[in-house]
């Protein structure tokens, strides 16, 4: 089992930045997939970014363009850049972690990222 700790949340005014970060407590490096997802209050989670263990990314549409997702397999470590965020991007995000082989998937416990002026 992979443990995730999300950090870097807050509160942030509209059109400011945050940077997101995911340790995992072991390597990431033989994860397939590593994710951000995000919860807003009476919603349903959403998958917002996901990165594969060869770099490739994507994007869900809401963040397409202002979130970036990157990985430092080296640190085990996730990172999630937020830019030009509105009120509309405020939730609990989540780090997720997903492998093929033996298969696993594990989510840390997320972090607040509120957005009002």
């Known amino acids: 089992q992979v443990q995730l700790v999300e950090s870097g949340g807050g509160l942030v005014q509209p059109g400011g930045s945050l940077r997101l970060s995911c340790a995992a407590s072991?390597?990431?490096?033989?994860?397939?997939?590593m994710a951000w997802g995000r919860q807003a209050p009476g919603k349903e989670r959403e998958l917002i970014a996901s990165i594969t263990s060869a770099g490739s990314t994507n994007y869900a549409d809401s963040v397409k363009g202002r979130f970036t997702i990157s990985r430092d397999n080296a640190k085990n470590t996730v990172y999630l850049q937020m830019t030009s965020l509105n009120v509309e991007d405020t939730a609990v995000y989540y780090c997720n972690a997903k492998r093929i082989l033996p298969p696993l998937t594990s989510w840390g416990q997320g972090t607040q990222v509120t957005v009002s002026s």
């Open positions: 072991g390597s990431i490096a033989r994860l397939n997939v």
